[in-house]
Structure formats: structure tokens, C-alpha cells
């Protein structure tokens, strides 16, 4: 059984900046990848990041969330980070974490989820 547990979420005014924690327990995959993917309201989920467990290598999506967001892991802890940078009204959403045997940017890869972390950000 994989349990994957966020957390981090909650509210900030624009131009902050949260940083967001998953880690994971159980028999996970560790030779895939965790991702972030995130559902703002009224919203579909849509792809956030992902990184691998080995190398570390890492995947974002092609959006307003390039260069504001950065994933990173430690290994020892099971434990992958989101720091979200420079914060705006629309990236406000619930962020969930999954993880998965390959790095890829559709939720449908992802076996695992977690419940969820909000994160508002409003002024």
C-alpha cells in the first residue's frame, strides 16, 4: 500500500511564495517519478512537475508555472518538495501529489494519490 501526504498549503498574498512537501511511504515506486498536479476551482487537474527518484531528473508543464516553480527530492526521506515562487490569484488550487513508474504529464500515469493541500492566494 503507497500512502503519499502533502503538506504546506495555505494562504498567501500574490508575489509570495509557499513551498509544498509529499512524502511518501509504502511500496511506491522508486524508480519512477512523483508529480504535482493541481485543480483549481472550476477547473480541470492539470499537470504541475515531476521528478524522478534516480538522477533526479525533472519535468514541468508548459504554462504560466515555468520559472516561478521548482521540484526538487531527497531520497532518504521519500520526500519531494514544490516551491512556489512569485505567487498569483490563478495559481490558486488544491495541489495533490502521485506518484508513478514513469515521469510522464497525464494524471492517468499516476497510480498513487495523495488527498491534497490547498493553497490560496488572494490579497
Known amino acids: 500500500q503507497v500512502q503519499l501526504v502533502e503538506s504546506g498549503g495555505g494562504s498567501m498574498q500574490p508575489g509570495g511564495s509557499l513551498r509544498l512537501q509529499c512524502t511518501a511511504s509504502g511500496d511506491f515506486p522508486r524508480g519512477g517519478a512523483l508529480a504535482w498536479f493541481r485543480q483549481g476551482p472550476g477547473k480541470e487537474r492539470e499537470f504541475v512537475a515531476a521528478i524522478r527518484w534516480i538522477g533526479g531528473r525533472t519535468l514541468y508543464a508548459d504554462s504560466a508555472t515555468e520559472g516561478r516553480f521548482t521540484i526538487s527530492r531527497d531520497n532518504a526521506k521519500n520526500t519531494v518538495w514544490l516551491q512556489m515562487n512569485s505567487l498569483k490569484p490563478e495559481d490558486t488550487a488544491v495541489y495533490f501529489c502521485?506518484?508513478?513508474?514513469?515521469?510522464?504529464?497525464?494524471?492517468?500515469?499516476?497510480?498513487?494519490w495523495g488527498v491534497g493541500t490547498q493553497v490560496t492566494v488572494s490579497s
Open positions: 502521485a506518484a508513478g513508474a514513469y515521469m510522464r504529464r497525464s494524471g492517468a500515469d499516476y497510480s498513487d
